[in-house]
Antibody, heavy 120, light 107 residues
Framework: EMQLVESGGGLVQPGGSLRLSCVAS????????MHWFRQAPGKGLEYVSLISHNGESTYSADSVKGRFTISRDNSKNTLYLQMDSLSTEDMAVYYC?????????????WGQGTLVTVSS | DIQMTQSPSSLSASVGDRVTITCRAS??????LNWYQQKPGKAPNLLIYTASTLQSGVPSRFSGSGSGTDFTLTISSLQPEDFATYYC?????????FGQGTRLEIK
């Protein structure tokens, strides 16, 4: 069974840092681009960041550019999101997802999410 | 970024009803359109990709159509487990943006 399991969320003060992890199983992790999405409490889904299958290419949304860094360790089947200079606007559930790119691009599976709370 | 607009934002319906949700892109996205279902406290679940292809394991009462800028998700006969929030997502250009969601509630 394909599975993604996020961890690393928690309570952090404004200006603080946190590193999220996403461990993959049930598929060849190194063959797929991976993405992070987030969802603020009671709000819709927002795109955060992507990394290519080999880690050579990355992209981050303008809202997190320069503060968040996506990376991966294919030997550990793990995706990361380093989040620095956190603000209350970053408070959300963060999801990782696998990209499938064939005749189009879609995302499946998704992890269960990890909650990031930014508060003093 | 491509803007995605869903309508309606919320919808009340009864078990057995036929329901249609629409999604409009701010520019042509070909068929790079996905639909997700999300239940409270859970991750999004892929229903349909490339506008009309049903994800494996998704009931056939779900269907999608459209291309270019206008898309629809139809549920032919609502079941109790279908009451949830539905999101469209364009995957034509990064960032892959979402519609604001349609909350489907029991009448």
């Amino acid at each position: 069974e394909m599975q993604l399991v996020e961890s690393g969320g928690g309570l952090v003060q404004p200006g603080g840092s946190l590193r999220l992890s996403c461990v993959a199983s049930g598929f060849t992790f190194s063959s797929y681009a991976m993405h992070w999405f987030r969802q603020a409490p009671g709000k819709g889904l927002e795109y955060v960041s992507l990394i290519s299958h080999n880690g050579e290419s990355t992209y981050s949304a303008d809202s997190v550019k320069g503060r968040f860094t996506i990376s991966r360790d294919n030997s550990k089947n793990t995706l990361y999101l380093q989040m620095d200079s956190l603000s209350t606007e970053d408070m959300a559930v963060y999801y990782c997802a696998r990209e499938i790119y064939l005749s189009g691009r879609w995302f499946d599976p998704w992890g269960q999410g990890t909650l990031v709370t930014v508060s003093s | 970024d491509i803007q995605m607009t869903q309508s309606p934002s919320s919808l009340s319906a009864s078990v057995g009803d036929r329901v249609t949700i629409t999604c409009r892109a701010s520019q042509s996205i070909s068929s790079y359109l996905n639909w997700y279902q999300q239940k409270p406290g859970k991750a999004p679940n892929l229903l349909i990709y490339t506008a009309s292809t049903l994800q494996s394991g998704v009931p056939s009462r779900f269907s999608g159509s459209g291309s270019g800028t206008d898309f629809t998700l139809t549920i032919s006969s609502l079941q109790p487990e279908d009451f949830a929030t539905y999101y469209c997502q364009q995957s034509y250009i990064i960032p892959c943006t979402f519609g604001q969601g349609t909350r489907l509630e029991i009448k």
